[in-house]
Each structure stands twice: as structure tokens, then as C-alpha cells.
């Protein structure tokens, strides 16, 4: 069995990237750039250009030296550290960006080599010359990868002496005046930029490379930067040179100058020629890798997958970029292929940055052996979407709304693999730093409530109602923890592992209901237990809610359960469910006031804001009643209450039952005015314990007579909505 070749720094990732970036734009382009910009507009679109470039490389390298680079180059580092739906939507974005930049190339070329021997420059002319040098180095690829390699080493001699030929060629075109900026009937500066960008998006093609190398963690890094660097060099000095020896006018219409001042012509064309054809070369190995990798993962056709050889060569993957270069070989204007091209460059180059931004503020395991302030990959992140929105904001959209149809498909598509997801440790980072803000501040009295509830819904036919009642009264941004208690009386059984507890059922994820399970050997003490114990800094529980306890009014175990949660200062909510009409139309809603309730007022207002505000509950008419045991004047009531209901932004019906003489229970009240009502809000009044056999039965006769309640008691920290109607 041969061995597979690997290969190093200089072969496999300073070559090949620095021969696609000193390619065709620097040779067909750059005068063009330096034409319409001007000297010091050309500087500012490189300088631009290769802040985005340098910014990715730094972000790339430092990844690559935190985890192992398998083959797939960029899509790899994506894939492993945002998860798969992001690398698989931008390795896609990234292969078609890749297949197009060699239609780039080579139709760059064939612009050369048409014009050199005098064949026919029409677009059919270089469509055809495109597509036969396309055939020509696809074979080569096919045959092997090593020989592709090698022959760069001679193409980097060509660019080299056809550089030196230039900056010695002639001055005979020299202007009489340089142009540092754009004149007016110059080409937009946005369209000057995106014809440009390709330039320095060549450093891929070592990335690209990532699984032929033999140290990726030390190659990458080394060779990326130091194309970038040597590119920008370049095209600074190949700028200003031009600027100052050739007019702006020639430069904007001649694109077969830099042959034309050459000191030795010959070298420059076989410079032209062998940058196009081996930044095209570059292309054809690096794509096809990049989606055969995204095939080993199951994230496109297994089809792609297969190669061939002792280096696994991608050659199904190869036809298929073949066949994405000829579509852009057949549109044949390489200004219109280049914004394409960029598209995709910047939008894949965007989100490598925000991937390392966010391994490295949020990972906690992220620990590259090449460091980078984090905050390159946010400047890194930000250019590319501003220049993309400069560029072309329609294009930005469109290329986002493929994107993110390819994420959204790979999410359903459900594909897994042995990797870190940086958005797990996001939100971990997130919520920790959320909590420690949270629990910095002093709980303030009075403060608005925010319901952080345990729930103890039990296991019923009924559950789901106290769920649904449960997370409705919570709001919009409360949190509810439904806690499920196994009984085990003998404790013959080890407690439940801590992942066994974590309850993961449609039923509460569908609801947003965070749910767990443990073992206790009472109910009553388990309830107790979880109630002063469960929570932490920042989100401790402030409500306990549960099913009304029917038949436990003698039982001293729920006495002094209830007598614990009140001393722990919770707010208590205990649902009576009415089986038979449960919660009716989610029309009517009554809530009982009395005098004695004072804070449980303030609750019982709050819970229904929050009602309201359910989808379920929405339109429901909201009664607040009050039983006028003094004959104090209507009026004065009715303006003290709707004060205080004005302030809760709750929108009621105010009725007050006068009782004054009658002198009824209000509990018979209650059954003549809530008898039909969907849902009762009762305030459970303040007793002593000894009296609470009787507070429960008189209860139990009520909940016989009307529909659904729900029994608040409130906890010290609502404030007192005394109507003091004795002043």
C-alpha cells in the first residue's frame, strides 16, 4: 500500500496562496483599480481588502492551532466550532465561491492569451479558450495532486522575474500629472472594490489544503499570514509604481498594459499565464476537498465523498466543480464573475471571523497555541458585512437568505457529529455573565415581580392544564421548573443520577417548562426540601405552585409544610381544576378583593396582566369585585380602585356588591357571582394554622359551586394596596 504524501509550510500553504492571490486581478485588474481610484483611492481598497484578509487569516490560524484541522480547510474549523448547520451552510457558500474564482482565473487568462497570439477577443473566443485550459487542469488534478503542486514552483519563478521586468520596463507612458483619487467619469468605487476583492481571497487555497498537510497547526498559521503579508506588499508597490508611470486614462482602458511596459514582454505574459493557471489550479484542488470533506460528514450527497488513490483524491467532487467553473466560464465577463465571487468570499470570510470571536470569548476549552486578541475577529467580522452592504445590499440580502435556507435545512437535517458547538458555550457565557449582573444588584423591595416558579403539577389526565395555567400566570420572561417526585418510601433505591433527573419531555419543551424528577420518601418533605434548597444566585424561586390539597385538612405533615413555605416568604398559588368545565371558554376571569388581601391584591393583579397577555386568554374580560361590608360611598371605592388598577396597566371591570345590610359570607357571594366564570382569583387570607381544617373545608364547599380558582397568597415583598376607606 503507497503512503500518503503530506506536505509542508512552503508546498502545501505558501505556494498555493500566494500564486492565487498574485494572479489575475494583480495582472488584468490592478492597473484598471489604480485608474479609477487613483493612487490613494487603489491604497485604500487594498489597505480595506486586506484588513478583511488579515483578520480572517489571524482567526483562521489561531483556530487551527487550538483543535485538530481535518481536510475541508475552512469548512473543517466552521463545522467543529459553530456546529454544523453554520459550517455546512458557509462550506457550501465556500465550494461555489471556490468552483466560480476559477472561472475567474481562467477567463483572466484567456483575455491574455487571446490578445498575446491574436485570436478573437469576443466573449465566445474566451469562453472557448476558458473551457479548453479548464479541461487541460482538471486532467492534471486527476492525475495527481503532487505533480499540480510542483509545477507552482516554476510558475512562482515566472511571477517573480515577470515583477522584476515590470518595475525595470518603461516609462514612455509616464503622466503628466498623478492621480491620487477618482475623476468624475471613473467606474463607482463600490464596483472598483468588488472587482478587486478576489485578489486577496487566494490565501483559501492553502486553508483548502488543511488535510494533505503535514502540521496544519504550524503550516496554517505561517504560511496564510505570510501570503497575505507578501501580497499586500506587492500590490502597494505595484500600485504606486503604476500610478506614477502610467496615465490614468491608458491604465482604465488598457487591461494588457503592464506587457506593454514590460522590460521583457515574454516574462510577463508567462507571469500572467502561469498566476491565472495555478490560482485556477489552486481552485481545483482546493473545492472539490471542501465539499468531500462536507460529504464524509453526511451534510451533502455521499456521492462526493468517494476518491481515489492512496490520498483519497476527491474525484467525484472535482466533476462537480468542473461543472459550477464551466457555468462561469460560459457567463465570460470576468468583472461580473468577480462580484460574484466576492459575494461569497465575504460572506463565508464574515462568519470565520465571528466563529473565532466567539470560540474565544465564550469557550472556555479554546486554547490556541497562536494567540489573537479576540477582538480582531469582531473588526474582522464587522468589515465584511459593512462592505458587503456598500457593495451591493440586495446581493448581501440574497446571499444571507440562501445561507440561511441552507441552515435551516442542515438544523432540521439533523446531522451530528464528535464536535464542539461554540453556541452552547455562548449562552453558558451569557447566562453567567447575566447572573452575576443579576446577583450584584440588591433585591430591591416593592420591585416588579418576576415569576420564578417551582411547580409540583403532579401526574394526571389534568397535568396539562396546570402546566398551561402554570406558564401563563409566569409572563412572558418568567421561568417555571415542574418538578416530578417519585416516592420511595423504604429508600430502597439509590437517589436518580443527576442526568437522570433532567426531565426531557414534548410536553414541557413545548410549554418552555424546565422539568426534573428526584426520589423522596415523603411528599411533604420532599416539597420542603426542594423549596429550600433548589435555585441559585441571580434566579432564586420566588414562587411555589401545586394543585389545592382536597382532603389534607387534618393532615399535620401538609400543616407544617405550609407553615415552611411561609416562613421561606413564597408566594403560594394552589389551582382548584375544575374537571368538568376546566377553564371554559378563556373568557372571563373574576378577582376577588377584599380588604384584608392588601398585598395579595397587588399579585392578583400582576397574574392577570400576565394573563391577558396569553394568547389563549386574549380578549378576556377581567372583573375586580369587592364586597362593600361598611356602606362606604361606590364612588369612593370605585375611583380608589381604579387608581390602583391604572398604575398595574390591567384593564378591568370594577364591581362593587354592596353588603352592608345582608350581611352575606363571601364565599356565598362568590358563588352567586363567579358560578359561570372561567377562571377565580381568591387572596388567601392570613390565619393561624390551628384554624386550618376549617379554612380548608369551608374552601373545598366553595370550589363545589364555581368553576376553575386559582388561590394566591402573597409574599412580604408585594406592597400593600390598602384602599383605607375608613379615612
Not at 495582472?27 to 479609477?36: E, S
Not at 408585594?718 to 384602599?723: G, H, P, Q
Request: net charge neutral.
Amino acid at each position: 500500500m503507497s503512503k500518503k504524501k503530506k506536505f509542508g509550510t512552503f508546498a502545501g500553504v505558501f505556494t498555493p496562496s500566494v500564486l492565487t492571490i498574485l494572479g489575475v486581478i494583480m495582472y488584468m485588474r490592478l492597473g484598471w483599480v489604480v485608474g479609477n481610484a487613483g493612487l490613494i483611492g487603489a491604497i485604500v481598497i487594498i489597505v480595506i481588502a486586506h484588513v478583511i484578509a488579515v483578520t480572517t487569516g489571524l482567526s483562521v490560524s489561531s483556530v487551527a492551532t487550538d483543535k485538530k484541522i481535518g481536510a475541508g480547510g475552512i469548512y473543517y474549523v466552521l463545522s467543529r466550532s459553530m456546529g454544523v448547520p453554520i459550517g455546512g451552510s458557509i462550506g457550501i457558500a465556500l465550494f461555489v465561491g471556490t468552483a466560480f474564482s476559477i472561472a475567474l482565473y481562467l477567463i483572466g487568462f484567456a483575455e491574455s492569451f487571446n490578445a498575446y497570439f491574436g485570436f478573437g477577443i469576443t466573449i465566445n473566443d474566451l469562453r472557448l479558450t476558458g473551457t479548453i485550459a479548464l479541461l487541460a487542469l482538471t486532467t492534471l488534478a486527476l492525475i495527481s495532486t503532487s505533480v499540480a503542486l510542483k509545477t507552482q514552483f516554476i510558475i512562482l519563478a515566472a511571477i517573480i522575474i515577470s515583477l522584476l521586468s515590470i518595475f525595470l520596463g518603461s516609462t514612455e507612458f509616464a503622466p503628466t500629472t498623478v492621480h491620487l483619487f477618482s475623476s468624475e467619469n471613473a467606474v463607482p468605487l463600490e464596483v472598483v472594490f468588488a472587482v478587486f476583492f478576489p485578489a486577496v481571497t487566494g490565501f483559501t487555497a492553502g486553508i483548502a489544503m488543511s488535510g494533505d498537510l503535514e502540521n496544519p497547526q504550524r503550516s496554517i498559521p505561517r504560511g496564510t499570514l505570510l501570503a497575505i503579508g507578501v501580497g499586500l506588499l506587492v500590490y502597494v508597490a505595484l500600485a504606486i509604481f503604476m500610478a506614477y508611470t502610467v496615465d490614468s486614462e491608458v491604465l482604465k482602458t488598457d487591461y494588457n498594459i503592464l506587457m506593454k511596459m514590460a522590460l521583457f514582454a515574454p516574462a510577463v505574459v508567462a507571469g500572467i499565464w502561469g498566476a491565472t493557471l495555478s490560482s485556477a489550479l489552486g481552485g481545483i484542488l482546493g473545492g472539490p476537498r471542501i465539499l468531500q470533506a462536507m460529504s464524509v460528514d453526511k451534510i451533502t450527497p455521499k456521492l462526493f465523498s468517494k476518491g481515489k488513490g492512496a490520498n483519497n483524491e476527491p474525484v467525484n467532487a472535482l466533476f462537480l466543480a468542473f461543472v459550477i467553473a464551466e457555468v462561469g466560464i460560459l457567463i465570460g465577463e470576468l468583472d461580473i464573475i468577480a462580484r460574484v465571487v466576492s459575494m461569497f468570499y465575504l460572506t463565508a470570510y464574515g462568519f470565520i471571523n465571528i466563529s473565532f470571536f466567539l470560540e474565544s470569548w465564550a469557550n472556555p476549552d479554546f486554547q490556541p497555541t497562536f494567540k489573537v486578541k479576540r477582538w480582531i475577529g469582531l473588526i474582522g467580522f464587522i468589515a465584511c458585512f459593512s462592505v458587503m452592504f456598500k457593495l451591493d445590499t440586495m446581493a448581501m440580502i440574497a446571499a444571507l437568505a440562501v445561507i440561511s435556507a441552507m441552515y435551516f435545512g442542515l438544523q432540521r437535517k439533523e446531522v451530528k457529529l464528535q464536535s464542539n458547538d461554540v453556541w452552547k458555550s455562548v449562552w453558558e457565557n451569557v447566562v453567567n455573565k447575566g447572573l452575576k449582573k443579576i446577583d450584584a444588584q440588591e433585591e430591591k423591595e416593592n420591585s416588579n415581580w418576576n415569576p420564578n416558579i417551582i411547580l409540583f403539577s403532579g401526574r394526571s389526565e389534568h397535568q396539562s392544564y396546570l402546566l398551561e395555567l402554570c406558564k401563563t400566570v409566569s409572563g412572558r420572561t418568567g421561568v417555571v421548573t415542574n418538578f416530578k417526585l417519585i416516592l420511595d418510601k423504604e429508600n430502597s433505591e439509590p437517589p436518580l443520577k443527576k442526568t437522570d433527573q433532567v426531565v426531557r419531555d414534548n410536553m414541557f419543551q413545548d410549554l418552555g417548562i424546565f422539568a426534573r424528577q428526584i426520589k423522596v420518601d415523603n411528599i411533604y418533605n420532599g416539597i420542603t426540601n426542594i423549596a429550600s434548597t433548589f435555585g441559585f444566585s441571580g434566579v432564586e424561586p420566588n414562587t411555589i405552585m401545586m394543585g389545592w390539597p382536597k382532603g389534607l385538612e387534618d393532615s399535620s405533615e401538609y400543616s407544617k409544610m405550609t407553615q415552611t413555605l411561609l416562613h421561606l416568604d413564597y408566594n403560594l398559588l394552589y389551582l382548584d381544576f375544575d374537571r368538568k368545565s376546566k377553564f371554559g371558554n378563556h373568557k372571563t376571569v373574576d378577582l376577588w378583593w377584599r380588604e384584608t388581601d392588601s398585598k395579595n391584591a397587588e399579585m392578583m393583579l400582576n397574574i392577570a396582566r400576565f394573563i391577558i397577555a396569553s394568547p389563549k386568554w386574549n380578549g378576556t374580560n377581567i372583573r375586580v369585585l369587592f364586597v362593600n361590608n361598611n356602606n362606604v360611598d361606590i364612588s369612593i371605592i370605585e375611583s380608589k380602585i381604579s387608581k390602583l388598577v391604572k398604575d398595574l396597566r390591567v384593564n378591568v371591570e370594577i364591581k362593587i356588591i354592596n353588603n352592608a345590610v345582608e350581611q352575606k359570607t363571601f364565599y356565598f357571594i362568590i358563588e352567586e357571582e363567579s358560578k359561570t366564570t372561567d377562571l377565580t382569583i381568591v387572596g388567601i387570607p392570613d390565619y393561624n394554622i390551628e384554624k386550618q381544617a376549617e379554612f380548608v373545608l369551608k374552601t373545598n364547599n366553595l370550589f363545589e359551586s364555581i368553576g376553575s380558582t386559582l388561590l394566591v397568597k402573597a409574599a412580604h415583598n408585594f406592597n400593600e394596596l390598602d384602599l383605607d376607606l375608613l379615612d
